[in-house]
């Protein structure tokens, strides 16, 4: 298992129906431990919520022909970008790319394969800034995030039964120096 045989594809809104049971299954997968918490059960909600906008974008990771990590997201409506009460003044291009999944399976974790996924589905964006909820509670996580470019600007809690997350932004564009 090296991140040098992942084969990383992209899709769209359009191949949400061939791609939905691949998402699921790394989710019951990389989630197994927590399949009993109720928001965690949820996750097919999301990914049919999220499928459905317009731009949707997805990266799958394969090693051979298993699928071992995705990331996902879709364009913030223009005017309509929730981060906007937490940056002030918004910047001048204000257009949002809402980065909502990033998931790789517990074999490939440890190996590069985020990044590959996270820089692959950001790669080609034509936002000026990215966005993203995390877990403060996962302070590895946000550090990694915060290696690839992402700020804190706030907290956010989207559901009643949601953790109360960390509202992280990036500016788009080349990657940041590492």
Not at 12 to 33: K, M, S
Not at 40 to 57: A, K, L, Y
Not at 74 to 81: L, Y
Request: aromatic share 12%; hydrophobic share 35%.
């Amino acid at each position: 298992m090296s991140t040098e045989t992942i084969e990383l594809r992209g899709f769209g809104r359009d191949d949400l129906p061939v791609i939905r049971q691949t998402l699921l299954d790394v989710h019951a997968d990389a989630y197994a431990d927590q399949m009993h918490d109720e928001f965690v059960q949820r996750f097919p909600w999301f990914v049919d919520h999220w499928g459905s906008h317009p731009g949707f974008s997805c990266v799958i990771g394969y090693d051979g022909d298993e699928p071992v990590g995705f990331a996902y997201g879709a364009p913030s409506s223009p005017g309509r970008e929730w981060w906007r009460e937490h940056v002030s003044p918004p910047p001048a291009d204000s257009s949002t790319y809402s980065f909502s999944e990033l998931m790789v399976r517990p074999r490939w974790r440890k190996t590069g394969v985020s990044e590959q996924l996270h820089e692959a589905l950001l790669a080609a964006r034509p936002e000026a800034l990215a966005v993203l909820l995390v877990d403060p509670g996962h302070p590895k996580v946000v550090d990694l995030y915060g290696s690839w470019g992402y700020r804190e600007v706030g907290s956010r809690q989207p559901f009643a039964d949601s953790p109360n997350y960390m509202v992280m932004l990036r500016e788009l564009g080349p990657s940041p120096s590492r």
